[in-house]
């Protein structure tokens, strides 16, 4: 009978531990959850004040680009070149 109750007590000290390890993965999820947040408000504010002094460079065509091949040399076929 002995051994029943010590098979009982360490049940009950299994599922404390479960239950408290439960706990303690769901804190640290949220926990990490509320940095994620918090570190999302920092960066988009870095972001919005930068905003106004970048500026996207801008592409023009140059229209003498193309220009013929020497030696009428053609092009083939060129995707892989």
Same mark, same amino acid.
């Given at each position: 009978?002995?051994?029943? *109750?010590?098979?009982?007590a360490l049940e009950c000290?299994?599922?404390?531990? *479960?239950?408290?390890? *439960?706990?303690?993965?769901?804190?640290?999820?949220?926990?990490?959850?509320?940095?994620?947040?918090?570190?999302?408000?920092?960066?988009?504010?870095?972001?919005?004040?930068?905003?106004?002094?970048?500026?996207?460079?801008?592409?023009?065509?140059?229209?003498?680009?193309?220009?013929?091949?020497?030696?009428?040399?053609?092009?083939?076929?060129?995707?892989?070149?």
């Amino acid at each position: 009978m002995l051994w029943h *109750k010590q098979t009982i007590a360490l049940e009950c000290v299994l599922a404390t531990i *479960k239950l408290h390890q *439960k706990w303690v993965v769901g804190g640290a999820l949220a926990a990490s959850l509320m940095v994620l947040g918090v570190g999302q408000a920092v960066l988009q504010d870095k972001a919005e004040a930068q905003r106004a002094t970048v500026q996207a460079p801008t592409c023009e065509v140059d229209p003498f680009r193309s220009k013929p091949l020497p030696n009428g040399w053609l092009l083939g076929m060129t995707i892989g070149a």
